[in-house]
Each structure stands twice: as structure tokens, then as C-alpha cells.
């Protein structure tokens, strides 16, 4: 005698756990993008930029190694040795080259023609990752570069004034050189990560990255004084917000992910900053960069693991204002 139907239900398929890289790169995106904003703020409170640099590493690095304390809590750890030691010194050493190369290039070009072609770190990645498996890149990673560089473009290259040329010429080798560095920072640190996890590598490198920018802050020179409280309060958001948050979640997700879908999704930064500057500086934002806007987020929306989250999200505001 077979037993009712009506008091069982078919077992219901165990549902996929749920990716949090992808968010964990946007948040870090946004964050670091909110950096150009907090550091404007802070120049407008009268810091100068040697001690604005100065202070962000210099107060990110007690967050940096309190954090290690307690994402790492109860895990096993990696006994550090020099073998540890030494790769995340590297790891150091080519971030702060980026940190330098950039900062000289937005000094010489100015940060629209520098963003533009920083922002060619994500092709550094592909090709390195191209080069080690001996293979091309994916044709959606491709296809995501191409989209999102052309949104990059619409939206900066209209503004980009008249430079002398041989200014031209170093700013734009200074601007080359902090992408080539940056790129294979986020390349290198990938297996780091794995080895040391996400928190201890950040905790080192950025210790080391400290112990090279505050000396060439220094050397530079200019108003190295801490003029008010609000000029101190919006270096503590540029170290803690802006700086120890998106470092964690951005080699989370490197480790989670992989460096080459991470560098793509962070293409959309430079447009998430000049969108935010529309929205707290006052910045107006033309028809044509509006535009460029929209091109950079379908770039970012074409990689895969990232349109799905996005659109389930979108589709539950629609629910939620039907």
C-alpha cells in the first residue's frame, strides 16, 4: 500500500552558493574610486599632497596588520620565513614604483590623459596571463577590455588640454610604466594570496610599500603640516576607506577570482569617479560623457560572473517598486 502523495514534495535542489568575488571588487572599485574625492576634499582643507601621502600609509598600517589579526583568527597559519618574506617585499617594491610612476604622471599630463593610459593595466594582465598559459586570452575578457577602454575614452579624451611635447612624452612614459607595474603587481600577488591569504600579503606588502613612499614624501618637500581637523579627518577616510577596505577586498577577490577578471572590473573606476564628482563636486557631466558612462558599465557587465549577480539584482528593484 503506497502512502499519500499530498504530505511530500519532491526534494528541492541545493542552490549554488553565492559568488561574493564580483562584489568584493565592485565595493573595492568603488571605495578606491572615492579616493581622488577625499583626497580634493582634504586639499581644499589645506593639506598638501606630500603629507596626504604620508598619512595614508602611515595610518593604514596598524588597520592593515589589526585586520591580518582578525581575518586570521583561528585559521592555520603560514610560519613566515624569508621565502614568505622576500615575494612580498617584491610585491611591495612594484606597487610603490606604480604609487610613484603614476603620481609623477598625473603632475606632468594632468589626471584625465594619465587615467586614460593607466587604465591599460588590465591588458597587461591578459597578455602576462596569455604569455604563462601560452594560450589567447578569452574572447569575453577581449571583448570586456575593448567596451569598457572605448566608455574610458569617451569620457576623458574630450577633456584632455594642450601639453608641451616633451612633457607630453615623460608623462605619458611615467603613466606606461605605472601600468606595466600595477598590472604585474596584481598578477604577482595572485599567488601570494593563495600561499599567505588574502589579509597577511596585504598586511606585508603595504608595510613595505610605507617604508618606501613616507621617505620619497619627504624628499619631495612642500607643506608637510597638518593644518586642521577636517584636513586629518579626510586622511583618515583616504587610509581607512580609501586605502586598508578596497586593499582587502580587492585580493580577496584577486584570490577568489583571479587577477585578470579583477583588473577588468576595476576598469570602471575611473568613470565611478568622475560620476561621484558629479554628485559631491558639483562636476557636470556632459551629454557625451553620460554616454561613455553607460559604455564603460556594459564593458564591465559583459564579464562572466558578473552580469548575472548584477541583473538578479536589478530585476529585484523592479519587483520591489512594481
Do not use: H
Given at each position: 500500500?503506497s502512502?499519500?502523495?499530498s504530505?511530500?514534495?519532491?526534494?528541492?535542489?541545493?542552490?549554488?552558493p553565492?559568488?561574493?568575488?564580483?562584489?568584493?571588487?565592485l565595493?573595492?572599485t568603488?571605495?578606491?574610486?572615492?579616493k581622488g574625492?577625499?583626497?580634493?576634499y582634504?586639499?581644499?582643507?589645506?593639506?598638501?599632497?606630500?603629507?596626504v601621502?604620508?598619512?595614508r600609509?602611515?595610518?593604514?598600517?596598524?588597520?592593515?596588520w589589526?585586520?591580518?589579526?582578525?581575518?586570521?583568527?583561528?585559521?592555520?597559519?603560514?610560519?613566515?620565513?624569508?621565502?614568505?618574506?622576500?615575494?612580498?617585499?617584491?610585491?611591495?617594491?612594484l606597487f610603490?614604483?606604480?604609487?610613484?610612476?603614476?603620481?609623477?604622471?598625473?603632475?606632468?599630463?594632468?589626471?584625465?590623459?594619465?587615467?586614460?593610459i593607466?587604465?591599460?593595466?588590465?591588458?597587461?594582465?591578459?597578455?602576462?596571463?596569455?604569455?604563462?598559459?601560452?594560450?589567447?586570452?578569452a574572447?569575453?575578457?577581449?571583448?570586456?577590455?575593448?567596451i569598457?577602454?572605448?566608455?574610458?575614452l569617451?569620457i576623458?579624451?574630450?577633456?584632455v588640454?594642450?601639453?608641451?611635447?616633451?612633457v607630453?612624452?615623460?608623462?605619458?612614459?611615467m603613466?606606461?610604466?605605472?601600468?606595466?607595474?600595477?598590472?604585474?603587481?596584481?598578477?604577482?600577488?595572485?599567488?601570494?594570496?593563495g600561499?599567505?591569504?588574502?589579509?597577511?600579503f596585504?598586511a606585508i606588502?603595504?608595510?613595505?610599500?610605507m617604508?618606501?613612499?613616507?621617505?620619497?614624501a619627504?624628499?619631495?618637500?612642500?607643506d608637510l603640516?597638518?593644518?586642521?581637523?577636517?584636513?586629518l579627518?579626510?586622511a583618515?577616510v583616504?587610509?581607512?576607506v580609501?586605502?586598508?577596505l578596497?586593499?582587502?577586498?580587492?585580493?580577496?577577490?584577486?584570490?577568489r577570482?583571479?587577477?585578470?577578471r579583477?583588473?577588468l572590473?576595476?576598469?570602471?573606476?575611473?568613470?565611478?569617479?568622475?560620476?561621484?564628482?558629479?554628485?559631491?563636486?558639483?562636476e557636470?557631466?556632459?551629454p557625451?560623457?553620460?554616454a561613455?558612462?553607460a559604455?564603460?558599465m556594459?564593458g564591465v557587465?559583459?564579464l562572466?560572473?558578473?552580469?548575472?549577480?548584477?541583473?538578479r539584482l536589478?530585476?529585484?528593484?523592479?519587483?520591489a517598486?512594481?
Open positions: 500500500m502512502a499519500p502523495a504530505g511530500f514534495s519532491a526534494p528541492r535542489s541545493p542552490k549554488a553565492v559568488d561574493w568575488a564580483p562584489w568584493m571588487v565595493i573595492s568603488i571605495a578606491l574610486s572615492f574625492i577625499s583626497a580634493k582634504a586639499y581644499d582643507a589645506g593639506m598638501g599632497v606630500g603629507m601621502l604620508i598619512l600609509f602611515v595610518l593604514a598600517a596598524p588597520f592593515f589589526a585586520g591580518e589579526r582578525l581575518l586570521g583568527a583561528g585559521r592555520p597559519r603560514l610560519p613566515l620565513g624569508w621565502a614568505e618574506i622576500r615575494p612580498c617585499i617584491l610585491a611591495g617594491v610603490s614604483v606604480a604609487t610613484y610612476s603614476d603620481f609623477s604622471s598625473v603632475q606632468l599630463i594632468g589626471a584625465g590623459l594619465s587615467r586614460v593607466l587604465f591599460t593595466y588590465p591588458a597587461v594582465i591578459l597578455i602576462i596571463g596569455a604569455f604563462s598559459r601560452r594560450t589567447w586570452p574572447r569575453r575578457q577581449m571583448l570586456a577590455f575593448a569598457t577602454y572605448l566608455g574610458l569617451i576623458i579624451v574630450p577633456s588640454g594642450l601639453v608641451e611635447r616633451g607630453m612624452l615623460e608623462g605619458v612614459a603613466s606606461l610604466l605605472s601600468s606595466v607595474t600595477y598590472g604585474s603587481f596584481l598578477v604577482y600577488s595572485q599567488s601570494l594570496t600561499r599567505l591569504g588574502s589579509a597577511r596585504t606588502s603595504n608595510t613595505v610599500t617604508l618606501m613612499i613616507v621617505p620619497f619627504l624628499a619631495m618637500g612642500g603640516t597638518i593644518p586642521n581637523t577636517t584636513a579627518i579626510w583618515v583616504i587610509a581607512t580609501c586605502t586598508v578596497p586593499f582587502f577586498l580587492l585580493f580577496e577577490g584577486i584570490r577570482w583571479g587577477a585578470e579583477t583588473g572590473m576595476t576598469l570602471s573606476g575611473p568613470a565611478l569617479t568622475i560620476a561621484m564628482a558629479w554628485v559631491l563636486l558639483g557636470t557631466l556632459t557625451l560623457q553620460l561613455g558612462f559604455v564603460v556594459a557587465g559583459t562572466q560572473g558578473v552580469d548575472r549577480p548584477v541583473l536589478l530585476r529585484r528593484g523592479r519587483r517598486e512594481a
